[in-house]
């Protein structure tokens, strides 16, 4: 049991002056003694909380120097030593002040004097750790600079003291940053938040009044006064001081920026407004920079009443199943639709999916919703059929969150056992960039759950990194593509790359469903380039199960038929290039084409090397301004050649035709072609022409 009393570790190797010494102070103090150095540190491991140290110099096996410079760098470093010696040279007394004594005594001993420095000693060690104690508590242990609580408390001062600045608060982080630490490992990335940490001490010395902060992690404040340009001067140093750190890697902050209009606001309210800011900047390379506006903060607390709502609401079955209806272009009738959510707040009404669906995807609530979503469309599926109404597919989306579910397949089979429903009646939606996040396991889910017979549509075609690698690989059945893909743009180009992929998909057999359709001129353009399924405002909004029901309700669903001839056959034939060499390239000795004729306009989509020769290299493919015609055939001969063109595509049978053109050397030369009809794809026929030169009747 202690005493309560302070307690003197006595180092002397002389019995009688550890006698003497504990005779002095033992009214005070709690004595233990050790006869040497080395004895000294084993009573220290031995004993917590002793108070100080009363060393001898000249000892035997370890003598005072000795224990000193030990001593030093032991994690006792804190505990006050006296000195005691009978040397009074001034050399003595520099060498053990040096070695880290706090006091030095001399022999004999006079009571009072040594009381009086023991005291000192002890005070002052205590007002030291009561400091190192204050100073850990208000600092960040890595950098040294203020930590958030003693950040806050200081800005308040700051203002309160400035009355008349107005000051900013700037909030940053950096991105990515725990992917940083693990390339450079945790040594190297203490060494860049100390060089960060140095960073704002140098601004801080040109700035003032100041205050500055790491308040977590890679995450640091500053508050200074408002200069909209100082500030911006300030970040784009910063950017650029941040991005030399290491130019192997991507150093790219995230500042958010509070403008303080209300300085008796909380610090801390200050400091969210701040990191809300930088949140915009997150995902972006290259925003690193945002203020503050009132809107992020409505949004901050509309995200959290829907994230404190979204388990009851699912429990109650506040969301419900909207549906909107696909049409089949080519007869202007519903076939299908696809199951959208709603949900139906008791005291807000409906809320649009673009409200909620974020935060779920975010948050991984939308795992959940997905399976209710699929649960009541298979319900709905089998009362339909059990009404009578010979429903057609219903598609549902998949969530990226549910494709990386290992019981995906299982779950999505056994909905559609349990209410005894096809799976061709459940077509699954997986937009584009859900699979590229990592194609290799998304294709075998895929497989699999065609495998089960369900139907794959790819949703947001085109919106992705590598969509023709999409079409080349990626196991589906259906493209989904917005009409958003066409917009901001208006010279054709868009319509081009639209009318292209639809044109590859009809090659590739793949039915193509346009989504976000609200005009008649879109939904002509869309006939007109052989695009089968459309879904949008201009056919039917989003609309309650029961409306649905009575739209369909009589009617028969059809779907959209081909209007391909003798598809495979072309397929073979246009793109199989061993084929093509050995069926036209090499068999004819006279120019031949394959050409694609759509809208009056026509294209190659095949030449042989006898066509390049007589025509030039690459004439296709350097068509005149709007890509309509081949460059040899712009003048007076193309409504000759167009004439033809039209008789093919009507009769279906051969005709030929007889036109000038004008070679590069000026010259004017006569040329046959012949058209034969092979086919069409969905929106294009298919035609074979060869030339022949005839000689000038001149």
Known sequence: MTSGRPVILIVEDQDINRQILRHIISAE????????????????????????????????VMDGYAFLDKFQGSSYSTIPVIAVTSEKDESTEQKVLDLGAW??????????????????????????????????????????????????????????????????????????????????????????????????????????????????????????????????????????????????????????????????????????????????????????????????????????????????????????????????????????????????????????????????????????????????VCALLREWIDQGLNPAPVSVNVSRVNMYNPNLVELITGLVRKYDISPELLNLEITESAYMDNPEIM?????????????????????????????????????????????????????????SIIHMAGWLKIPVIMEGVETAPQVDF??????????????????????????????RPIPAQSLSENLEALVGAIWDSSLVSELLFDSFRQPAAIYEFENDSFHALRVNSEYNRFFGYGEEVGADADRRYPRHLRGSSLETVLAVFRQVVVSKRDASCEYSLISANSEKRYIRMELRYWGANESAKILFALFNEIPSTN
């Open 29 to 60: 103090y709690e004595v233990i003694e050790a006869e040497n150095g080395e004895v000294a540190f084993e009573r220290l491991k031995e004993r917590d909380g002793i108070s100080a140290i009363l060393l001898d110099l000249i000892m035997p």
């Open 443 to 499: 294709r075998g889910v895929l497989q699999k759950l065609r495998d089960a017979g369900f139907l794959i549509m790819m949703d947001d075609f085109g919106s992705g990194y590598s969509s023709l690698n999409t079409l080349k690989d990626i196991p589906f059945d259906v493209l989904k593509i917005d009409m958003k893909f066409l917009t901001d743009n208006d010279d054709g180009r868009n319509e081009c790359i639209l009318a």
């Open 103 to 376: 006091d030095f005594v001399s022999k004999p001993y006079q009571p009072q004097v040594l009381l009086l420095r023991l005291k000192n000693v002890i005070t002052r060690s205590q007002f030291y750790l009561l400091n190192e104690m204050k100073f850990a508590y208000e600092h960040d242990s890595l950098t040294g600079l203020y930590n958030r609580t003693k950040f806050f408390d200081e800005t308040r001062l700051t203002l309160n003291n400035n009355p008349s600045l107005k000051f900013a608060l700037v909030r940053f982080d950096i991105d990515q940053f725990h992917l940083l630490n693990s390339f450079w490992g945790e040594e190297e990335g203490d060494s860049f938040l100390r060089f960060i940490a140095d960073s704002l001490r140098q601004l801080a010395a040109s700035v003032s009044p100041c205050t500055y902060a790491r308040i977590s992690a890679d995450t640091f404040c500053v508050c200074l006064p408002y200069d909209k340009e100082r500030i911006a001067w300030e970040i784009e140093k910063a950017r650029e001081r941040l991005s030399a750190y290491n130019k192997d890697y991507l150093v790219k902050p995230s500042f958010g920026i509070y403008v303080i209009d209300h300085p008796e606001e909380k610090i801390q309210r200050m400091y969210e407004y701040a990191a809300l800011a930088a949140m915009e900047c997150k995902g972006s390379y290259l925003t690193y920079c945002c203020y503050y506006k009132p809107e992020m903060s409505r949004k901050v607390s509309q995200e959290q009443s829907i994230l404190n709502e979204m388990e009851s609401a699912l429990e109650e079955e506040q969301f419900e199943v909207y549906l909107q209806p696909k049409y089949n272009l080519r007869d202007d009738v519903p076939y299908g639709a696809e199951a959208l959510i709603r949900w139906n707040h008791p005291d807000k009404g409906i809320l649009s999916p673009g409200i909620f669906i974020p935060i779920f995807e975010r948050n991984g609530f939308i795992g959940k919703t997905d399976t209710y979503m699929w649960e009541h």
């Open 526 to 555: 869309l006939k007109s380039i052989g695009c089968g399924y459309v879904q949008g405002f201009y056919f039917a909004r989003p609309m309650p199960v029961r409306d649905y029901e009575e739209l369909i309700r009589g009617s």
